[in-house]
């Protein structure tokens, strides 16, 4: 159904088609600007914010720069004011002018777009809350990427989550997303695991679980090279052999990446994430490589230092770094720069970034830098997203060294708690998967809620898994409540199409107001995660609208409601606040029950 809101003029970069709220905005601008000349309305569009505390928006005056005192200014706008179907009331205090939106209109806006743009879809997808800002764009992004044989540490468990939640944040925002783990599958701890292998490996553990048995013969080949020297230089010979392409030497590793892999996507699938492209950096061509050191050669950035290549990066406060071994052997930085050569030949991408633990910050401005000193014209379009750390994540058995033993804990954890509610656990069907998904949605939320990306957060199982405070699991259950309102009122079901839901009678309760805006202020959320790559706006939104649907249970009650006028459009709302919160935490890559 299309708005049934007076018209206004257009300002560029908004869309009330996606977002309605921008017609709102653009009705108050243009109230400024029309007493105001000559601002425009572009003009002042830009400077309505959302307001404080009860406030819809507001307008510091002072940005505009006009000639005239706030206060004067003011009443210029304020004067015979009229309300209309936009803007309910303005009031003026200091240098600010705060706008109330008119409620009727709020409501029955926000649910009618949400609906149809989630029921009715041009893109015959739900699009509530997407945009088109990123059409014909194309991001190339690299995230979690494990090391195989290592452990998989909660490093990359953070590089997963927030990369999943970047994935789909770009798709959301219309860009083709070509997301890539970049598997730590090459370097002389193969040579070790090779030379190990033949002592400590098992067709059988390998089959059983290839990442954890490739890890068990690692440690203990590391053990040995510690007392023995000999197996160090054997390990080294070894991938010597590999980087000539010794097909002998190769044949092992090949199996084990391959069933490393199939390990791994089994695991990501249980996180809710995929990718298009599993790489690593044995797949970085030599001949990117190759090219990469000649140019930096060419420039003269490149020293000898017994044989081995050195570029100075002093200059650039950034040290010295290594570029390949005197025995000729390739490493890591290498092959990151190779491997961004190599992308940019195969992909073209507008934008890349590489989700990667802050720990390694040097390494990555190291290696843009060599590229921007290379002069790829291409560069600049790299983007390092970095987290901090997390601390103390252990599992009750120690340490925990594999992505598995997490999302297995996690799910045990969960499934203890649920059974100490012994009726409620009886009724659900598939305790285990219940178990597992909150226990996962707990670690995401935790996860992502800490304010900024960069700060180091402390792991607390107690804390993730409560279904009390701003936790995965309270999410969870307001998703499932809001899910059970159709099973719970079947009379009611199908709801009338929606010119037909008269949501008047909401307009008098201040619950539904507050959840109306918050629903309204969707597509702007996704928007402003898009500038700060920070998935702490969205999961603050969905607690927020979380809470506001808790607080609107008791008074605006479907259930024993007996005007069924009122019941429908209570109902409505509630429909429309579970559609846009499943869409949040789908966002972030959880998974939204529909019971528990
Ligand atoms: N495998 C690396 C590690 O575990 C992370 C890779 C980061 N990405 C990159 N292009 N260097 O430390």
């Known amino acids: 159904m299309v708005s049934s809101l007076p018209s206004l003029p257009s300002v560029l970069g908004t869309d009330p088609s996606s977002c309605i709220l921008d017609a709102f905005r653009t009705a108050i601008a243009k109230r400024v600007s029309d007493a105001l000349p000559p601002l425009t309305i572009e003009q002042a569009y830009t400077g309505v ?87 014909g764009k194309k991001l190339v992004i690299e995230y979690s990427s494990p090391n195989i044989a290592k452990s998989f540490h909660v490093g990359h468990l953070r590089s997963t989550i927030i990369g999943a939640f970047l994935d789909n944040l770009y798709k959301t925002c219309g860009w083709e997303v070509i997301s890539l783990n970049y598997l730590g599958d090459w370097g002389t701890q193969f040579g070790m695991i090779t030379t190990g292998f033949e002592k400590y490996g098992s067709q059988e553990e390998l089959e059983k679980d290839a990442i954890k048995h490739l890890y068990d013969v690692y440690v ?13 230089v054997e390990a080294a010979k070894w991938f010597k052999r590999m980087e000539d392409g010794d097909e002998s030497a190769l044949a092992n590793w090949r199996v084990w990446r391959e069933m490393s ?43 000898d230092a017994d044989g081995a290549k050195l570029v100075d990066l002093e200059k650039w406060k950034l040290g010295k770094a290594v570029l390949r071994k005197a025995n000729g052997t390739s490493i890591y930085l290498t092959r990151d720069l190779g491997g961004a050569i190599e992308r940019w030949e195969k992909y073209h991408f507008d934008k890349m970034i590489y989700v990667v633990a802050s720990q390694q910050d040097l390494h990555l401005s190291q290696f843009f830098k060599m590229l921007s000193l290379m002069e790829f014209p291409w560069a600049d379009r790299l983007e390092h997203v970095n987290y901090g750390l997390v601390l103390g994540m252990s599992t009750r058995k120690g340490t925990a060294v594999f992505l598995d033993q997490i999302i297995r804990e996690a799910s045990s954890v969960m499934h203890e708690q649920m059974k100490r509610n012994e009726v409620k656990y009886n009724n659900i069907e598939d305790p285990e998967m219940v178990a597992r998904e909150v226990g996962i949605t707990g670690i995401k939320i935790q996860d992502m809620a800490a304010k900024r990306r960069i700060n180091n957060y402390t792991f607390n199982w107690d804390r993730m898994l409560s279904f009390e405070g701003d936790t995965g699991p309270y999410l969870q259950y307001a998703h499932v409540r809001l899910t059970s309102m159709e099973r719970k009122n079947p009379e009611l079901i199908p709801l009338p199409p929606p010119s037909q839901i008269d949501t008047s009678s909401l307009t008098s309760s201040q619950h539904a107001r507050d959840i109306a805006i918050l629903l309204g202020s969707y597509p702007d959320v996704v928007k402003t995660a898009l500038k700060t790559h920070e998935p702490s706006g969205v999961v603050t939104f969905a607690f927020r609208l979380a809470h506001a649907i808790s607080s609107a249970w008791e008074t605006l009650i479907v259930k024993g409601e007996e005007d069924v006028e009122k019941a429908r459009a209570r109902l409505w709302l509630y429909l429309c606040a579970r559609d846009v919160l499943g869409a949040a935490m789908r966002l972030l890559s959880i998974r939204p029950l529909e019971r528990m």
């Open 220 to 232: 203990k080949v590391s053990k040995d090279a510690d007392s023995d020297p000999n197996v160090k």
């Open 261 to 303: 892999v199939k390990k791994y996507i089994e695991e990501y699938e249980r996180l809710n994430v995929s990718f298009k492209v599993y790489t690593g950096e044995s797949e970085v061509g030599k001949e990117w490589q190759d090219r990469a050191l000649e140019r930096l050669e060419e420039m003269g950035l490149i020293s």
């Open 49 to 135: 914010d959302y307001g404080k505390k009860g406030v819809d928006f507001t307008v510091a005056l002072p940005r505009f720069r006009l000639p005239g005192k706030p206060d004067e200014l003011a009443k210029k706008v304020i004067t015979d004011f009229q309300p209309d179907d936009f803007v309910s009331s303005i009031t003026h205090d200091r240098q600010f002018l705060h706008f109330q939106l008119n409620t009727a209109s709020l409501i029955r806006e926000v649910l009618n777009q949400i609906h149809t743009l989630t029921y009715d879809s041009p893109t015959g997808k739900p699009s509530y809350g997407t945009n088109t800002s990123g059409a």
